[in-house]
């Protein structure tokens, strides 16, 4: 596709619920990068993929967060049995090898998930 | 463990001037910084890369500097428009890795 496409854009889930959010990423690239970014924060690392290996989910605050890409293009983030402190807006970014450099990160818009 | 601070405090610029936003990072020597821009309700958008080896990078109206002696980058807008106004994010990669960690961020608002 022409741009990173996150679904759904707005999550509302009560508190211990499930949720698993959608990422759709550029055709071809084969980096694909969770980011949580709370308000007036800036994006933090979660996970990483590259096709369908995750390589790094440093970032992944608990045991409650899996993250998933099967097939080496989209990109499932699960968020079980949610937590307040897990309301946030949840990015999600690819890129190519080479365009890594020279072009950065393509971001999808987000899903700004609240938990009541 | 890498830390890349930013001002996050708003900055108000009157239209037409050069903004300028600072970017420090300390306890890493990344071999080079993004500069990104992100809108209320949207993902960062990458506007800039500058390298280690590189004194000055420029883009239109904008220009970035990366000084690694005092481990520091500077963003600049000239001639600022009302349209500039947005959150100006700084980013490095760690290490090899294709990750990058962000900075808080720099809320800029040009005043017409």
């Known amino acids: 596709g022409a741009g990173v496409s996150q679904s759904p854009r707005y999550k509302v889930a009560k508190r211990g619920q499930d949720v698993a959010l959608r990422c759709d990423p550029i055709?071809?690239?084969?980096?694909l990068f969770w980011y949580q970014q709370a308000l007036g924060q800036g994006p933090e690392f979660l996970t990483y993929f590259q096709n369908e290996a995750q390589l790094d989910k440093s970032g992944l605050p608990s045991d409650r967060f899996f993250a998933e890409r099967p097939e080496g293009s989209v990109s499932t983030l699960k968020i079980q049995r949610t937590q307040q402190e897990d309301s946030a807006v949840y990015l999600c970014a690819s890129s190519s090898r080479t365009s890594q450099i020279l072009y950065g990160y393509t971001f999808g818009s987000g899903t700004r998930l609240t938990v009541v | 463990s890498q830390k890349i601070e930013q001002n996050s405090e708003a900055l108000n610029i009157q239209e037409g001037k050069t903004a300028t936003l600072t970017c420090n990072y300390t306890?890493?020597?990344?071999?080079?910084l993004q500069w990104y821009r992100q809108d209320p309700g949207r993902g960062p958008v990458f506007l800039l890369l500058?390298?280690?080896?590189?004194k000055e990078k420029r883009k239109e109206r904008l220009k970035v500097t990366f000084d690694t002696t005092l481990k520091q980058s500077l963003f600049h807008i000239t001639a600022s428009q009302p349209a500039d106004s947005a959150t100006y994010l700084c980013a490095h990669p760690l290490g090899r890795d294709d990750k990058i960690i962000f900075g808080k961020g720099t809320r800029l608002h040009i005043l017409p």
């Open positions: 306890n890493y020597s990344p071999a080079y």
């Open positions: 500058i390298r280690e080896n590189e």
């Open positions: 055709s071809g690239h084969v980096s």
